[in-house]
């Protein structure tokens, strides 16, 4: 089955995150990349050692995400993964070739393809993996905001915010959970890296309440974190 | 005395000392003090009045379990001082008397007291009823407890954090130490709650310093496990070993997958004569007060007892320094003792008949207790003291077991946990174990069996004590006639005579007589008076205390502030639309549609109103619900919850179409597009878009079709361009072929727009030529900016919700939910058009093809005023012969028409265009007429140009 591809545009069309505003209110500077307007760093932006003993937050509401559901998913988590994902479910496994990417098993039928930039492979590698299963992708990029919670005081923001267990012993390293955070419904994901990271995933247009919830949570512990420090974190 | 855990003693010390205020009065305090324990120490006896007589009460438990210390604390009302930390600086006040503490006139209850019976409530201010209003307003004035100051700023610090752990262990005493330490050391995480300072629980009022109690914690440690240990307070066990608690204004809630209560025990009142005057204290309460805050609570005490601890408690107020003048044993003669000591006299088998003293006692009479535990009325001698300290055998503190399930059998002379809950372990003295060696070893079983309930190795259970602590003797009580009153309830002023009174009315269970007497429901929820009320109950009735029971435990089990349960609802979610801040930048005026932002307008909606129909406008309209149907039974599932036909519907072509629930009552309305032959996009109303999605969902998995269903309603943002000259401007931005030809009215394409792709509907909910352009969110911004510059030659204006309703009502077109309502069928609504009763099967249809056959009692019509500079507000009545036969569901002034014009529910027999009805208009009926609909643009040439 076809999916949506309503997907970002090209010819100097710029895309924002729905904390474009707060980003430019803070005086972050900017950078482009893949059509995306990213805070690259901020004025008051903390020492990078700082997430050892705080947290940085960082907006990572660019990353691709691809939604796949249907009966024939299995087949195609399989060829993407190349091998068999099994049947657990709150699975969260890196995706090969893609970096940082992420491949989220939601339920048993619907899958959520997490890649932080450019997904060209990843899209063509879709589309012949898709051909003739009975799935539909969908392109959900700019249907939910993702935000990065990295560094040592993850725990005790989130748990000001949701009643789920999301410590390493709740949500273990590649897993996630589907939640309510700060009254709204948002899925949590513990990545398998080694940095301490949580990505928070909520609706676009809640994007900005979520933002303003988690550092509000972490007043003193949880600052902005541009993208550029992000990278050398993770890389 | 040095005080152990307040820091230091502030009339030796003044430079360390704090001072807070009281009544006018500065006090000194130490550092770790409590309030009431400055004000003891300063000289103060009397803390409050009783609620019912305004009897003069001082200290008395001294553990926030009482009502005898209710202060108010920089403006908080009920502050229980003893446990409240002074604070520099602090503004203390009494409370429930004038003028003051000292001399209260409405102490003058307390010789009224024969005009206020048990239950006087049902039985007094019947007759004469022209007097009720002055009761009422007396009863109102003299009532309650406090005053709030209404004009305080509320206390809104007040925050909510979720905790977890494996084993949560709930109270630091030696029980609850030995819990915890065992189920770490099993390798468990461990959270321990105690609503103290310091760990210890009644071993801090023993004096025992802060290693010894470490050991009991320590024992056989080998740090497999984690233990978290947090001064918080636990409130209520709910469902899901889910557990309350507050921290200072912090509400935690805790889910563990074991729980282990350790919540202790607490003595109880004596009852004889004046068992309320100031002065008698329970024993636990003054070696509280001595060992945790340096205050001495008399100088010569006396102790009653009805066990061996009143022997020890005499032992330990000598060690401070306290004379003891005697100890007197309750327990008839053959049913155990205290032991002898020569150090004061014994007086076995005695009890108290009455305290003597006004303010504050300054002797006791005592008398002999008799072989069936009656305390006989003659005294035998009288004895001073200024103190006298109650060693009562304690009653489990078992609230937080009853609420999580567990069920308690009284047998010798105690109640014992009979019913196993799964995850649920109790220890200690609330689980009516009180010897401190037995406690400590049942804390450690349950600690492992809560460990190894979690699968982790634990060593062989260590034997649970067999024979509870606590003796099997009845609790002795005065005589039936004796004079006076005899306390059961302090908070509530509930005397042993209104306990006898209201069994001899019938009220014999313990429940009902709970609720006529209103024993147990006053700020100790029983603590202080649950015991005694059952004992009473079971004596007066001639029943055992099994068969009688206890009342029903719910939390809260200690009081928490509103603000502190309220701190769950902090959240306040906002959803924006990816063009919030330029609507903000342009001065909008905010609507809240839902959690939706929306603007309202940017300054003048008639502006507005008339830039769209004489230019172009530009409205966000990204709170439609947007969905896919993808799949190949998409138009099957369409067709089932749509009134009008999808099959015909071509490719690149959109409808508008409305949805019914199963009883034909109007549900939404949407545009749905074709995207192709298994793909559709549809939209919903903003209040209604999750609505929608969960219907579809739920009929799609119903009927089991074949379709796949996504929410699209963050993903794309949307924006509608309307107006004469909104081709022009589209044109200027897109290489689609926008002519009428190439485009034409509810035609659907895809395409770029200003570089951004966009699907694009030529719909026209305001009667104008325009198009209602979807994008992804994340290039609205752009998409719209591009849109205002390009349309700026033009005349451009953004417009808000509310010049989008007049235009909308100009032409007639209603909103469901505003002009409907749950009774609102498609029929009457002036829908009919829409409803394919050739259709084999939609929601609704039989109950349409019913309401067909019917005949109709109203209709949706569009009116305009007679006197047409009056608009009528929403909602008025519709009237005829002064009876209200419909309502006016929208109204507004049309500046295209220079009239007001509006949409009501009239009766079927008004409903001619023409005939005139009436609308009930604050004191009078106005006239106005029915119009024919659409007001603009009748023949639909501007939609369709």
Not at chain 2, 506 to 529: A, H, W
Request: aromatic share 8%; proline share 6%.
């Amino acid at each position: 089955m076809a999916g949506n591809e309503m997907r970002s545009s090209g010819n100097g069309a710029v895309a924002l995150s729905p904390c474009h505003h707060w980003h430019m209110q803070r005086g972050a500077q900017f950078t482009t990349s893949d059509g995306w307007q990213l805070p690259a760093r901020y004025p008051d932006e903390q020492p990078e050692s700082a997430h050892r003993s705080g947290a940085g937050l960082v907006d990572l509401s660019s990353a691709v995400k691809i939604l796949i559901q249907g009966v024939g998913v299995t087949a195609v988590a399989r060829g993407l993964l190349g091998n068999d994902p099994g049947h657990l479910l709150r699975r969260v496994i890196p995706l090969p070739g893609e970096g940082q990417g992420l491949a989220c098993r939601l339920s048993m039928e619907r899958w959520l393809l997490l890649v932080m930039s450019g997904a060209t492979a990843l899209r063509e590698r879709l589309a012949n993996l898709t051909a003739g299963q009975a799935v539909v992708t969908s392109d959900v990029t700019s249907a939910t905001a993702v935000f990065g919670l990295v560094g040592a005081q993850i725990d005790p923001v989130v748990r000001r915010l949701t009643g789920l267990d999301a410590t390493f012993v709740g949500l273990p390293l590649g897993t996630c959970a589907e939640t309510t955070l700060a009254g709204v419904q948002a899925l949590l994901i513990r990545p398998p890296w080694e940095l301490a990271t949580l990505l928070v995933s909520v609706s676009w247009d809640l994007g900005e309440y979520v933002w303003e919830q988690l550092l509000e949570a972490g007043r003193g512990e949880v600052y902005p974190l541009g993208v550029e420090r992000w990278r050398q974190l993770i890389r | 005395m040095n005080p152990p855990h307040a820091s230091a003693d502030p009339h030796s010390d003044p430079g360390a000392a704090l001072t807070f205020s009281f009544e006018g009065q500065t006090i000194a305090a130490a550092p770790g003090q409590s309030v009431a324990a400055a004000l003891y120490a300063a000289g103060v006896r009397i803390f409050t009045r009783s609620f019912k007589y305004h009897r003069p009460r001082g200290l008395f438990c001294v553990s926030g379990d009482c009502p005898n210390c209710l202060m108010q604390v920089d403006g908080r009302t009920n502050v229980r001082t003893c446990i409240e930390p002074v604070q520099q600086g602090q503004q203390v006040c009494h409370q429930n008397a004038w003028p003051g503490l000292g001399f209260d006139l409405l102490h003058v209850f307390d010789r009224l007291d024969f005009m206020l019976p048990v239950g006087f409530y049902y039985k007094r201010f019947h007759k004469p009823r022209w007097l009720w209003p002055i009761f009422e307003h007396t009863v109102r004035h003299i009532a309650g407890l406090g005053k709030i100051d209404v004009h305080a700023l509320p206390h809104v610090d007040a925050e909510v954090e979720h905790l977890h752990a494996e084993v949560c262990v709930i109270g630091g005493g030696p029980a609850g130490l030995a819990a915890a330490g065992a189920a770490r050391n099993a390798g468990a995480q461990v959270l321990l709650l105690d609503r103290q300072t310091q760990l210890g629980g009644h071993l801090l009022d023993q004096g025992q310093t802060s290693d010894e109690i470490a050991k009991i914690l320590s024992a056989g440690a080998n740090g497999q496990g984690n233990l978290l240990s947090i001064h918080a307070t636990a409130f209520g066990l709910y469902e899901g070993n889910l557990i309350g608690a507050f921290q200072g204004d912090k509400l935690l809630k805790i889910r563990a997958k074991q729980i282990i209560v350790c919540t202790g025990g607490r003595q109880q009142p004596f009852l004889f004569r004046n068992n309320d005057l100031p002065g008698i204290m329970l024993g636990n309460g003054v070696l509280r007060l001595g060992h945790q805050y340096g205050v001495k609570a008399g100088k010569r005490a006396v102790v009653l007892t009805d066990n061996e601890g009143g022997s020890r408690l005499a032992e330990q107020l000598a060690g401070m320094g306290i004379e003891v003048a005697a100890v007197i044993d309750l327990q008839p003669a053959g049913q155990g003792s205290v032991p002898t000591a020569n150090r004061w006299p014994l007086l076995r088998s005695h009890g108290i008949t009455a305290a003597l003293g006004r303010r504050h006692l300054h002797a006791v009479q005592v008398a002999r207790v008799d072989e069936k535990g009656v305390v006989d009325r003659r005294p035998v001698q009288e004895i001073p003291c200024d103190v006298l300290c109650l060693a009562s055998r304690p009653a489990p503190a078992n609230e937080l077991l009853y609420q999580g399930g567990m069920r308690f059998q009284f047998e010798n002379g105690c109640w014992l946990p009979r019913r196993a809950v799964p995850g649920l372990l109790a220890a200690g003295a609330a689980a009516g174990t009180f010897d401190l060696q037995a406690q400590i070893r049942e804390g450690r079983r349950r600690g492992l069996e809560a460990a190894a309930a979690l699968g982790y190795a634990v060593p062989e259970l260590p034997e649970l004590p067999s024979v509870p602590g606590a003796a099997s003797a009845p609790l002795p009580f005065p005589s039936r006639s004796a004079a006076g009153k005899s306390f059961v309830c302090l908070c509530e002023d509930v005397t042993m005579k209104d306990i006898d009174q209201a069994i001899a009315e019938g009220f014999d269970g313990i429940e009902t007589l709970k609720r006529y007497s209103t024993v147990n429901m006053g700020p100790c929820q029983g603590k202080m008076c649950g015991a005694t009320a059952s004992a009473l109950c079971a004596r007066f009735t001639n029943r055992d205390l099994g068969s009688v029971g206890t009342t029903t435990s719910r939390p809260p089990v200690v009081p928490v502030e509103l603000a502190v349960l309220a701190a769950e609802q902090q959240h306040h979610p906002i959803r924006r639309t990816p063009l919030h801040h330029w609507h903000q930048a342009a001065g909008a005026q905010w609507l809240d549609a839902g959690l939706w932002k929306r603007p309202e307008s940017y300054g003048d909606p008639e502006v507005e109103v008339r830039a769209v129909r004489t230019r172009v406008g530009l409205i966000d309209v990204s709170t439609l619900g947007k969905i896919e149907l993808i799949g190949p039974d998409a138009v099957q599932l369409l067709e089932r919850v749509y009134l009008n036909k999808w099959g015909d519907l071509k490719v690149g072509r959109s409808r508008y179409g409305a949805m019914c629930t199963e009883e034909g009552i109007l549900f939404d309305d949407g545009v749905a597009a074709r995207l192709g032959p298994e793909h559709f996009y549809l939209t919903a109303t903003t209040g209604n878009a999750e609505a929608v999605f969960q219907w579809l969902e739920l009929w799609k998995a119903t009927w089991r079709l074949n379709v796949t269903l996504l929410n699209q309603t963050s993903a794309m943002a949307a924006m509608n361009l309307a107006g004469p000259k909104s081709r022009e401007v589209l044109g200027r931005l897109t290489k689609l072929d926008v002519s009428p030809q190439g485009f034409p009215y509810q035609a659907m394409r895809e395409g770029e727009v200003a570089g951004v792709k966009c699907r694009l509907l030529r719909i026209g909910f305001v009667g104008e030529l325009g198009y209602e352009i979807h994008c992804p969110s994340s290039h609205a911004w752009h998409l719209w900016e591009a849109l205002i510059q390009g349309g700026a030659e033009f005349g451009l204006k953004p417009f808000g919700v509310e010049a989008q309703r007049v235009l909308r009502l100009e032409k007639g077109h209603l909103i469901i939910g505003v002009d409907s309502d749950a009774l609102s069928n498609p029929l009457d609504a002036g829908l009919e058009w829409m409803v394919r009763f050739d259709k084999p099967m939609f929601h609704g249809r039989d109950f349409l093809l019913r309401l067909k056959a019917m005949k109709s009692h109203a209709r949706l019509v569009g009116f305009q005023m007679l006197d047409s500079k009056r608009i009528p507000s929403e909602g008025c009545q519709v009237v005829e012969q002064g009876r209200p036969v419909g309502r006016v569901t929208s109204s507004r002034y049309s500046p295209t028409l220079e009239r007001s014009i509006g949409l009501a529910w009239v009766p079927t027999t008004r409903a001619v265009v023409g005939e005139r009805f009436w609308i009930r208009w604050n004191d009078g009926d106005v006239p106005a007429v029915v119009a024919r609909l659409p007001f603009y643009d009748p023949d639909g040439k501007q939609l369709r140009s």
